[in-house]
Every structure is written in structure tokens, then in C-alpha cells.
């Protein structure tokens, strides 16, 4: 038997907002006016984690509802978690930005190959966090054919607005969870990764991304005003500017 992947540390972060960190991946869990959505949902084997999520965030909320779960990028890091979510709620919205809904449909997907790991592979983290995504469920096939596509207008009704941000993927997006100053990135901006050595901020090491230089450049462009909540890492306080 897999040993189940470590429980997640959850942190209310804001008004609205609950971040759930695992060592191998993170999302988090919104009380809307519309119910509960979900960012993200880990791992096909964190399924239960980021239900228990929702179910902190609608403890006590108007809408406790869970309603939808909002997709940063299509990876099986941060989608495999829905198929067993949608399972069990069966009417909520799958919601990802136009260019990303295909991958996350699946089960065919752009992501990070065994030729691209490459020397990698001769690192100890490196096969570490392999070893620990694949217990997870990562080579799980996970297709999700109800996701579609979110409207900015239909975001909004939740409070929510979409930063586009390709480069890791092409419809890659961060979400802002308005009046919260609270910024979800996925993996456009992350703070730390299991197979790092040391932890990095900005954009995720190279070989996990369809187009680096973009996400460079992404990254770059990521406003530091907000509280980040990372697809990777802990959490980044809001950098005030002193003048
Ligand atoms: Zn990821």
C-alpha cells in the first residue's frame, strides 16, 4: 500500500481566503457570495485533503456550498484532486481559462517528460519528489471532460478576477481574490518546490515549464502588493513599499 501523501497545514490567510501547504503541492479553498470554490485541488490521492479544505471554509459561511473549483494550469499536480472532488459533487463548475480548458479536459496533456527530466534524474530531490508525486496518483490519467471555460464576468460573480499568466503553461492564470489583497499563482510564481535544493522565489525552475523564457517574464510581472499564495511553497506576506 502507497502511504498517503502528508497531510496538508491550512491557514486562514484573509477574510475569505483558506491556503492549504502540502510538501508537494498547495491550493486553497474561497468563501464566495455565490459558496465555497475551491483553487486547485492537489494530487489525484488529495482529493479528501482539499474537500476538507472547503469543508473549513464553509464552516459558518452564508453560502457554505461547495459551488466550483477554479484551475490555475492543467498539471496533474494541481487538477488530479478534482476528478474524485467532481465525483462526489457532481454539479459543481470545473472553471480554467480559455486556452487552458483542453488540458484540462485531458487525459492528453502538455507536462514535463521523462527526456526533459533528463540529469535531473541523478538528483536525489529531483527523484525524491518524483517518487512522492507518483504515489500521490501524478501518472493517474485524469480527464475532467465537464471543465469549460470561465467568462471575466462570470469570476466576478464570485468575487474573483483572473490574471492571465503564460509562460509554465498557455493558460496558465493567477486569481485575485478581490477586496483580500490575496493572490493565487499556481504555478506562475512559486516560493519553494520539493525537488529544489534550496528554495527559489519567482518563476518554477525551467524544465517544468512549456515556455520559460515567458514565464520569466510572467514572474516578473507578478505584483508583490499582494499576500501570494504559491501553487509551491509557503505563503508570501504583501510587500508594503515604505515611501
Ligand atoms: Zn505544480
Known amino acids: 500500500m502507497p502511504a498517503p501523501p502528508q ?30 470554490v475551491l483553487v486547485d485541488a492537489g494530487y489525484a490521492d488529495q482529493a479528501e485533503h482539499a474537500l476538507h479544505t472547503a469543508g473549513i471554509a464553509s464552516d459558518g459561511a452564508e453560502q457554505p456550498k461547495l ?27 470545473v472553471l480554467a481559462a480559455p486556452e487552458e480548458v483542453a488540458s484540462v479536459r485531458g487525459p492528453e496533456r502538455e507536462q514535463i517528460t521523462i527526456q526533459r527530466m533528463g540529469a535531473n534524474l541523478l538528483r536525489p530531490k529531483f527523484v525524491s519528489w518524483l517518487r512522492q508525486g507518483v504515489r500521490a496518483g501524478g501518472l493517474r490519467p485524469t480527464a475532467i471532460p465537464t471543465a469549460r471555460a470561465w467568462t471575466d464576468a462570470e469570476l466576478e460573480s464570485y468575487g474573483i478576477r483572473a490574471h492571465r499568466a503564460p509562460g509554465h503553461t498557455i493558460g496558465s492564470t493567477s486569481y485575485e481574490v478581490l477586496g483580500d489583497n490575496v ?50 511553497g509557503p505563503a508570501l506576506a504583501a510587500s508594503h513599499p515604505t515611501s
Not at 504555478?187 to 512549456?210: E, K, Q
Open 67 to 93: 459551488v466550483a473549483v477554479l484551475v490555475t494550469h492543467g498539471h496533474t499536480d494541481h487538477i488530479g484532486g478534482i476528478v474524485d472532488v467532481v465525483r462526489q459533487h457532481p454539479d459543481i463548475a
Open 7 to 36: 497531510n496538508p497545514v491550512i491557514t486562514r490567510v484573509s477574510d475569505r481566503v483558506w491556503f492549504a501547504e502540502s510538501p508537494l503541492v498547495n491550493w486553497a479553498a474561497v468563501r464566495t457570495p455565490r459558496g465555497v
Open 183 to 232: 493572490l493565487l499563482t499556481g504555478d506562475a510564481f512559486v516560493t519553494n518546490h520539493l525537488s529544489y535544493r534550496r528554495p527559489a522565489v519567482g518563476a518554477i525552475a525551467d524544465l517544468f515549464s512549456a515556455d520559460p523564457a515567458t514565464a520569466a517574464a510572467t514572474a516578473a510581472t507578478i505584483p508583490r502588493t499582494f499576500t501570494i499564495l504559491p501553487g509551491h
